[in-house]
């Protein structure tokens, strides 16, 4: 599942870039001897700032890990928005085949349901019934353990998923402040070879302007990024209760039926 996350986002870097490369390529190039006319100047002073061009010259060398961060932000909402659900955790439909075939002490049948579905709750139960049909001298005890511990498993598996949002929302701010320290650096570096005046205090603030921009590019994409995290990990804690109950319940039946087994074999 990871590769394929991966993989997509690749290839969606790949696209945005191609597109980009393409449209700097499509540009008309300036004729020699031809008189340049200036556009006018637009009302908003910051509107070279939304094309990937001014983006890039505003801020410097930062610019391409803050729309890479960027658009990994924007694929991994998306694909959480989708993929943390219910549906993919625990659903009613399993739930009522896994009491059934239980309660039928069918747990072949169960078995290979739980490996049509790609549910947590389906993975639990596939675990379960492997380790009880390879060992049947095991006890419920033992079971009970297997069960758990997949169940552990399956609910750090959750969670670090939507952690790698969270990471993105903690990076980008860095990464937006190390591209205005290397902004000022470079801004400083180039006024203090000029001779002081007033040309040296508006390239001062011109330069300060434009290294800001580097953090102000880092905090848009953070703080969306830790605020659809907060809201996913919410999420993702109340699928983990729906879970928990859910392995419980079937644990539940699990025992009904060990404990009518022993009776039968007592009875013998």
Not at 195 to 220: D, F, I, M, R, Y
Not at 226 to 232: E, G, P, T
């Amino acid at each position: 599942m990871h590769r394929k996350i991966f993989f997509a986002l690749a290839v969606l870097v790949a696209l945005v870039f191609t597109m980009t490369l393409k449209a700097q390529a499509q540009q008309p190039a300036a004729v020699p001897g031809a008189v340049v006319t200036q556009a006018p100047a637009e009302d908003n002073p910051y509107g070279d700032v939304l094309t990937f061009q001014g983006f890039v010259k505003r801020t410097g060398v930062m610019a391409y890990p803050l729309i890479i961060l960027s658009m990994i932000a924007f694929f991994m909402i998306v694909l959480f928005g989708f993929t943390v659900r219910q549906g993919t955790v625990v659903s009613d439909a399993f739930m009522n085949s896994a009491d059934a075939l239980i309660r039928k002490q069918d747990y072949l049948g169960l078995l290979a349901v739980c490996n049509r579905r790609n549910e947590c709750i389906a993975r639990i139960t596939s675990k379960t019934l492997d380790f009880a049909t390879r060992n049947p001298s095991a006890s419920f005890e033992e079971v009970k353990e297997v069960t758990e511990a997949e169940g552990n498993r399956q609910s750090s598996l959750l969670l670090a998923r939507i952690a790698y949002l969270g990471d993105v929302g903690a990076i980008a701010p860095m990464l937006g402040l190390l591209g205005t320290t290397l902004g000022m650096i470079t801004t400083f570096h180039e006024i203090s070879g000029k001779g002081v005046g007033g040309s040296n205090q508006l390239g001062l603030a011109q330069g300060v302007s434009e290294a800001l921009l580097c953090t102000a590019s880092g905090l848009v994409i953070g703080i969306p990024s830790l605020m659809f995290y907060a809201i996913f990990r919410g999420k993702v804690n109340r699928l983990i209760s729906e879970m928990e109950a859910a392995t419980t319940h079937l644990m539940a039946l699990l025992a009904v039926q060990y404990k009518r087994a022993a009776r039968a074999v007592a009875g013998q």
